[in-house]
Every structure is written in C-alpha cells, then in structure tokens.
C-alpha cells in the first residue's frame, strides 16, 4: 500500500492517510494523516478533498483556517461530488471581510491558472487535430469531440474569471 501512495496513487494515498487518522497501526499519526490526503487530494481525488477541508474546519492546527477549509470543500464540488453547500454556507458566515477577500483572490487566481491551461491543451489539440486527421475519420471525430469539450470548458473559465473580476 505504502509503495502504491509512494508512487502517486490518489486513492491510495486518500486509504493510507485514512489509515493513519483511524490509528490502524496502534497510533494516530495526525502528520502522516495529513501528508497523504494532502497530496490525494491535490491530485483531484474528492474523498481527500473532502477530508482536507474536514481537517481545515476542525483541526487543532489549522483552528480558524476557514478559507482552506472552504477552498478544499469547493473544489470537492469541482471535481463532480455536490458540493456541501451547507458547509461552505457555514463558513462564509464565520470569515471576516478580509478572509472573503482573501478566498475570493484565491479563487480568482485558481481559476486565471485553469484558463491558462485550457487554452494550451485546446492549442494543442488544434495542432493534433490538423496533423492527424487528414487520413483518419474515426480520430477527426473524437479529436473534434475533445476540441468542442475544450471550447466549452474554456468559454465556462472565462465566464468565471469574469464574474470573479
């Protein structure tokens, strides 16, 4: 299991981390909990997520630490689970003027660095599109299926970004 986390596998990082916070080895290890649902949950897995914003909300270490608790909660919903909505609505009501703005910025930026993203995979996938399909009809139609994928989660970014503006 251990090897498994160590090479990058979000749900076994998100089980390790569980592991430790449950003590299954005789002791809770609060720091190795942490460690492996932090890098889960920054690989997109939700459970992690979920537990990082859980840890964030109600950790000894992390009292007051609102806005990364909501950040994690947010991007559980991000990533296809629903969105706790009465958890985030709860944290919005403890944070002060600045953490709203603080989150607010966060966000703003999360969002600036996922536009830049998006407009280099859809680049690529222009180039992929022109090179490949001239002698292949099945790749130019899931080429232009991901294409129009693309298009739309760029244009959804961009309206984000706007609105965060």
Known sequence: MIKAAKQG???TQFYLGLYYFEGKGGVV???DTVKWFLQSAEQGY????FAMGMSYNHAEEA???VVEAY???LLTGVYGDEPT???LGSLVEKMTPEQIIEMNQ????????ALQ???LLLSNIRVAHNRSCQDNPTLEILLRGILGDAVNITNQLSEVEAALR
């Open 9 to 11: 596998d979000a749900e």
């Open 29 to 31: 290890d609060k720091a």
């Open 46 to 49: 939700s459970e992690a997520q």
């Open 63 to 65: 009292v007051g630490d």
């Open 71 to 73: 950040k994690w909660f």
């Open 85 to 87: 909505g009465n958890l």
């Open 106 to 113: 966060q966000n703003h930026d999360d969002i600036t660095k």
């Open 117 to 119: 993203c998006s407009d």
